[in-house]
């Protein structure tokens, strides 16, 4: 499922002011999705402690509860494409809308760890829809003047859900007296947060009532009259409307599909191009980004933060991630990819040595000495900051740019498959890798990113301002 492809003069369009309201409510709707992503991903970092005591369970088994989403993730982000082309867009967001309500609801009430773990995976499916349908159907239905912008909705909404799970986690662990497991609405308040998603997930369902169907699937099984009547209300009454249904149907015609033969070749299995953006997708994620989105809690917890505070610095944390993404939303075409990815990596370098630094530090008391707590607090906010203006946004952009026309979309589902791997094998080993040794950890996270710069310099070519066409 690919975004319709524009003629040479499309830039030049323009959606009448009239319409670009409208077609910010559509995008911003669709961008829900994203923001039950970024919401769902993250929730879990509010109730792990509680989940360990609850179960009594050891590091290895809590890991592979929290990491077990990501299962489900890579299930619906590979199967989202074929579901929306077979029954439509926004059927595949009710759906996904569904999962996530199915998914909050069990959480917040499990019988036992087996039936957590499989909401999880629940959820996860849903997310994985949710990253694949959302910028898809907001490129089909943006005018090409603003499909950029319109576009970068998919990733604010992402971080703007994690921001908002670490808010809403910490006021209900504040309206719980700082214990994850006091009382809360006669549960225990980390079942709380896992079921308030119900709310962003039922609002999801209903906005997709409210927007239109893709104009491109429309046309793709045959209504091509309803297809008309959408890009007016998105493009204006001043488009040729049967110029504009026949050039997708051209875009869609000349589409090859792609298939996972077609990345075969070079000495090493596949096409070096493919091996680029399988790098390029682990190394995304063995820097450790999402221990700081999954476990941040326990981590301050686990160097003598109280409860409550360490849910506010994993509230701040995700305000730093936010900054970050308007950066990199800002400069990525200013100053390239490859620069902005560069740039991201040194920093990570930093943050992550001073936190390994940091926690090489016996406990006093319970707790890191004064000095080494600040360093360490310090350095995961520059840590997240750094990937957030860079490998956070850039690598999603060579992802969809780096790879030749005729396998781009097989290639990129290897590459996502690549990353959702690395994310889990990072989430599931943290726990256990942490009791042996945090500072330890760290420094493995740090070689992973002190490695990803040769890796860009050495293999990675700047793809800013060529076309796609270019590509080769």
């Known amino acids: 499922m690919a975004s319709t492809s524009q003629a040479p003069n499309s830039g030049a369009r323009t959606a009448h002011p009239d319409h670009l309201g409208h077609v910010i409510f559509i995008a911003a709707a669709a961008a829900m999705g994203g923001f039950l992503f970024g919401y769902d991903s993250s929730v879990i970092n509010g109730a792990v402690e509680a989940i360990r005591g609850r179960y009594d369970i050891g590091s290895a088994m809590l890991a592979q509860v929290i990491a077990i989403a990501l299962i489900g993730c890579a299930i619906g982000a590979a199967t989202a494409g074929r579901i929306a082309d077979r029954i439509g867009r926004i059927r595949c967001m009710q759906i996904a809308a569904v ?33 694949v349908i959302g910028p898809a159907y907001i490129a089909e239905v943006s005018p090409p003047a603003y499909r950029g912008r319109l576009g970068s909705f998919q ?114 299995f596949f096409k070096p191009i493919v091996w680029i953006g399988i790098g390029l997708s682990a190394f995304q994620q063995l820097v450790g980004i999402n221990v700081a989105f999954y476990y941040s809690s326990t981590l301050w917890q686990s160097v003598g933060v109280d409860p409550t505070k360490s849910f506010f610095y994993s509230f701040t944390t995700s305000i730093i991630n936010i900054v970050g993404t308007v950066i990199a939303m800002i400069f990525v075409d200013r100053i390239g990819r490859k620069p902005l990815a560069i740039i991201g990596s040194v920093g990570m370098v930093i943050g992550l040595a001073l936190e390994a630094w940091a926690f090489s530090f016996d406990l006093v008391d319970g707790k890191l000495p004064v000095t080494q707590g600040w360093v ?38 290897v590459a996502a498959s690549a990353q959702w791997i690395a994310n889990w094998a990072i989430t599931a080993s943290f726990p256990s890798l942490a009791d042996w040794n945090l500072s330890g950890t760290y420094v493995i996270y740090t070689i992973f990113a002190a490695l990803s710069i040769p890796f860009v310099l050495k293999f990675v070519k700047e793809t800013k301002g060529k076309a796609l066409e270019e590509m080769g």
């Open 155 to 268: 990733q604010a909404a992402i971080v703007v859900g994690i921001a908002v799970s670490q808010l809403v986690n910490w006021g209900l662990l504040n309206a719980a007296g700082g214990d994850q497991r006091g009382e809360l609405m006669g549960l225990e308040a980390w079942q709380v947060m896992l079921g308030v998603m119900v709310v962003p997930a039922v609002l999801y369902g209903l906005l997709s009532f409210a927007i239109p169907e893709s104009p491109r699937f429309l046309i793709s099984v045959g209504k091509h009259e309803r297809a008309r009547q959408i890009l007016e209300e998105v493009e204006g009454k001043d488009v040729d409307l049967d110029a504009r249904v026949a050039e997708i149907e051209h875009a869609m015609h000349r589409e090859e599909k792609s298939s996972f033969k077609d990345l075969l070749g070079g000495g090493f």
């Open 99 to 131: 999962l996530f309500i199915v998914s909050a609801i069990g959480s917040a009430l499990p019988f036992a760890l087996w039936d957590l773990a499989m909401w999880r995976i629940v959820g996860g499916f849903a997310i994985g829809m949710a990253s």
């Open 376 to 413: 360490a607090l310090i350095a995961a906010h520059v840590f997240v900051l750094f990937f957030a203006l860079s490998w956070g946004v850039v690598v999603w952009v060579f992802l969809g740019e780096m790879f030749p026309n005729r396998i781009r979309a097989a290639a990129l589902g």
